[in-house]
């Protein structure tokens, strides 16, 4: 018996085949041979898929070594606008537009290198400070350094040159091209009417020094060496902040601050005229202000400006230790004295004060603190979301 069919098939002139119940004569209707709506949708999907991977691939440079080696090369065209940089970075006529209308803004990119474009991401935001964890290894080339937060995070193209040197360097060639403006050997003064001695990285704001904070996460008699390789480019260019015969600091567009486990020790040793590396001292183990006898940021102290730039400690511990209740810096409080005495200290040391491990969430806490960290006198605020912080400066 010929199976039934339905009325849709019959007024579609389809008829069976004895042999083959479910199959169509070639004369019935085209529609017996259209796949089901849902299949159609799908293949349909899945090629528009197909074509649009296969047309990115095509329209993307073809890069030739990875991103982080990179950092000066175009950023992708299409993610650029979302991130507000600029794809022409390296363009010959826009030599530093990473930073282009950028107000520079106190504030330390903390954890920086965790960033999906470390460096360039701070300057956009206008950071006037930033960080890299580096680790040192036996058996490595001098100056070979190693970025990252944690061993496990390592990997051969995130190292400090790749990372920030070159990319700073690159900077600081393309913005003093012309010789009129190259840095020299003598001591910087005010400069003179219509007279600029050395352009730092930001455009607006051309004599802001750029601050490189090294943490130092392998023993300081490994790293020291590396690092002070590592930064022959710099310091042979005269881009490195220094200590001059006379014993004045020499600003110049960019300053190095070493942390971590650096050993106060081994900088001491590094000969006053020269010294291009700074340490971050101990807030918390400056004497109390007031103490110290003498000119601001003269020597009669161990940490001073000939040696150091920041004075750092956490906040949380001092919080708990004063009693306070989760991050309370309220006036008259004992935790808002103790900020106080500690900034007060630092600033007749000569000394940038700087304190991090502050809250990063409720959102509200952390806007309160950076605020009364302000109205203090800190000199940077230690910030992981910069888009928070440039709200916060209301730019």
Same mark, same amino acid.
């Given at each position: 018996?010929?199976?039934?069919?339905s009325?849709?098939?019959?007024?579609?002139?389809?008829?069976?085949?004895? =042999?083959h119940?479910?199959?169509f004569?070639r004369?019935?209707?085209?529609?017996?041979?259209? *796949?089901?709506?849902?299949?159609?949708?799908h293949?349909?999907?899945?090629?528009?898929?197909?074509?649009?991977?296969?047309?990115?691939?095509?329209?993307?440079?073809?890069?030739?070594?990875?991103?982080?080696?990179?950092?000066?090369?175009?950023?992708?065209?299409?993610?650029?606008?979302?991130?507000?940089?600029?794809?022409?970075?390296?363009?010959?006529d826009?030599?530093?537009?990473?930073?282009?209308?950028v107000?520079?803004?106190?504030?330390?990119?903390h954890?920086d290198?965790w960033?999906?474009?470390?460096?360039?991401?701070?300057? !956009?935001?206008?950071?006037?400070?930033?960080?890299?964890?580096?680790?040192?290894?036996?058996?490595?080339?001098?100056?070979h350094l190693?970025?990252? +937060?944690?061993?496990?995070?390592?990997?051969?193209?995130?190292?400090?040159?790749?990372?920030?040197? #070159?990319?700073?360097?690159?900077?600081?060639? #393309?913005?003093?091209?012309d *010789?009129? %403006?190259?840095?020299?050997?003598?001591?910087?003064?005010?400069?003179?009417?219509?007279? %600029?001695?050395?352009?730092?990285?930001?455009?607006?704001?051309?004599?802001?020094?750029?601050?490189?904070?090294?943490?130092?996460?392998?023993?300081?008699?490994?790293?020291?060496?590396?690092?002070?390789e590592?930064?022959?480019?710099? +310091?042979?260019?005269?881009?490195?902040?220094?200590?001059?015969?006379?014993?004045?600091?020499?600003? !110049?567009?960019?300053?190095?601050?070493?942390t971590?486990?650096t050993?106060?020790?081994?900088?001491?040793?590094?000969?006053?005229?020269?010294?291009?590396?700074f340490?971050?001292?101990?807030?918390?183990?400056?004497?109390?202000?007031?103490?110290?006898?003498?000119?601001?940021?003269s =020597?009669?102290?161990?940490?001073? =400006?000939?040696?150091?730039?920041?004075?750092s400690? *956490?906040?949380?511990?001092?919080?708990?230790?004063?009693?306070?209740?989760?991050?309370?810096?309220?006036?008259?409080?004992?935790?808002?004295?103790?900020?106080?005495?500690?900034?007060? =200290?630092?600033?007749?040391?000569?000394?940038?004060?700087?304190?991090?491990?502050? *809250?990063?969430?409720?959102?509200?806490?952390?806007?309160?603190?950076?605020k009364?960290?302000?109205?203090?006198?800190?000199? %940077?605020?230690?910030? #992981? #979301?910069?888009?928070?912080?440039?709200?916060?400066?209301?730019?």
């Amino acid at each position: 018996m010929a199976p039934s069919l339905s009325l849709r098939q019959l007024e579609a002139g389809l008829t069976p085949t004895s =042999a083959h119940p479910t199959l169509f004569h070639r004369g019935a209707s085209w529609q017996a041979w259209l *796949p089901s709506r849902r299949r159609a949708f799908h293949t349909i999907f899945l090629l528009t898929i197909i074509i649009c991977s296969l047309l990115y691939v095509k329209c993307t440079p073809h890069r030739s070594q990875p991103r982080s080696q990179q950092p000066l090369r175009a950023l992708p065209s299409l993610i650029s606008p979302l991130l507000s940089i600029p794809p022409h970075y390296a363009a010959p006529d826009f030599p530093i537009p990473i930073t282009k209308d950028v107000p520079p803004l106190s504030c330390h990119s903390h954890n920086d290198y965790w960033r999906q474009y470390p460096l360039l991401s701070g300057l !956009r935001a206008g950071c006037i400070s930033t960080e890299a964890d580096v680790w040192a290894f036996p058996g490595a080339p001098l100056g070979h350094l190693y970025v990252g +937060h944690i061993r496990a995070s390592l990997v051969p193209a995130r190292t400090l040159k790749n990372m920030y040197i #070159d990319p700073l360097l690159k900077m600081l060639e #393309d913005a003093n091209r012309d *010789p009129e %403006v190259a840095p020299s050997d003598g001591e910087k003064g005010e400069p003179e009417e219509d007279e %600029v001695e050395w352009v730092g990285v930001f455009d607006t704001r051309p004599l802001e020094s750029f601050t490189l904070m090294i943490d130092f996460k392998t023993t300081s008699e490994l790293t020291f060496p590396s690092v002070l390789e590592a930064l022959q480019p710099l +310091h042979a260019g005269g881009w490195l902040t220094h200590v001059s015969a006379s014993g004045f600091i020499v600003p !110049r567009p960019l300053t190095i601050v070493l942390t971590g486990e650096t050993s106060f020790a081994t900088l001491l040793n590094i000969p006053l005229e020269g010294r291009f590396v700074f340490f971050d001292a101990p807030l918390g183990a400056l004497p109390p202000p007031s103490t110290q006898v003498g000119a601001s940021g003269s =020597a009669l102290h161990m940490y001073n =400006a000939t040696n150091s730039y920041y004075a750092s400690t *956490p906040l949380q511990p001092l919080l708990d230790k004063a009693g306070s209740k989760g991050t309370d810096l309220a006036e008259e409080s004992a935790a808002r004295a103790m900020v106080r005495g500690q900034i007060q =200290a630092a600033k007749e040391a000569g000394l940038r004060p700087r304190y991090w491990d502050t *809250p990063a969430w409720p959102v509200g806490v952390r806007n309160t603190v950076w605020k009364d960290l302000w109205a203090l006198g800190v000199a %940077v605020l230690n910030v #992981d #979301d910069l888009h928070a912080v440039r709200a916060f400066w209301d730019v």
